[in-house]
Structure formats: structure tokens, C-alpha cells
């Protein structure tokens, strides 16, 4: 069984409330049940932390012992060097994900410190992003 760990960052514990417009009605905890019972072959674990040295944790806490992380770093992905390098000393490869099209947004939205390090990135489907992410993870 593929252990997938998922970790969100900052203001993703607000989706269902958060600019509905942009990220959607659907609550995160939501999103990642059905996502879960969707891929019943799977150990899917979820974090979700508002601080970025949490996020790091998180990483160096799963990034040697499962099989794929998907990472929704949210506003971090712009600007954390540390996230960049916390993806790059573990060894389970990471997707990077985001619910909007980044890139049909603010101009400082279009730069990612992380997809350097990260082994892909999906962003602009909604909650179906994760599962992209997860599709691609275990098409190794």
C-alpha cells in the first residue's frame, strides 16, 4: 500500500469560506475525504499548518519513509527558501500543487521558490489538482 502524506499550508484551513470565486464552495477536510475514499488503496495522510516551520517538520518527518507528498504550500510557495530546502534534502519526491491557475493571477503568484525542487507541478484544477497530484505519484 503507497503511503501519500499531504500537507497544506497557510489560509487552506478558510477553503469553503476563503474567495469562493477563486478557490471554490468546497471545504478542504471535504476534498480530501473524498479524495481519500476515492483511492482506498492507498494511506492517505493529511496535515494542514498555517506556520511555516510546522510545514517543514512535516516534511522531514515523511520525507524518507512514504512513497509521495503533495504539497499545497499556498502563499509560502512564493517565498520560502526554506520550504525549497526541506523538499530538497528528503528523498520521497514531491508534487506541487494549487487549486488556481496561478498564472491567471497576480504577477507575484507566477513565481514558485519550490518547483525547482519538486518533482511536478499541477495547479489550476481545483480540489482535482490533489488527485492529479496523487494519479502522478503513483505513476511513479
Not at 493571477?105 to 480540489?127: D, Q, T
Amino acid at each position: 500500500m503507497k503511503k501519500i502524506q499531504i500537507i497544506n499550508g497557510p489560509n487552506l484551513n478558510l477553503l469553503g469560506t476563503r474567495e469562493p470565486s477563486i478557490y471554490g464552495s468546497q471545504t478542504l477536510s471535504t476534498g480530501l475525504e473524498a479524495l481519500k475514499a476515492a483511492y482506498p488503496q492507498c494511506e492517505i495522510a493529511d496535515y494542514q499548518s498555517n506556520l511555516e516551520g510546522e510545514l517543514i517538520n512535516k516534511i522531514h518527518e515523511t520525507g524518507f519513509s512514504f512513497d509521495g507528498i503533495i504539497l499545497n504550500a499556498g502563499a509560502y510557495t512564493h517565498t520560502s527558501l526554506a520550504l525549497y530546502d526541506a523538499i530538497r534534502a528528503v528523498t520521497t519526491p514531491v508534487v506541487e500543487v494549487h487549486l488556481s491557475n496561478v498564472y491567471a493571477r497576480e504577477s507575484f503568484r507566477h513565481h514558485s521558490c519550490l518547483s525547482a525542487a519538486c518533482k511536478g507541478v499541477i495547479a489550476g484544477f481545483g480540489m482535482y489538482s490533489y488527485r492529479l497530484a496523487l494519479e502522478a505519484l503513483l505513476a511513479g
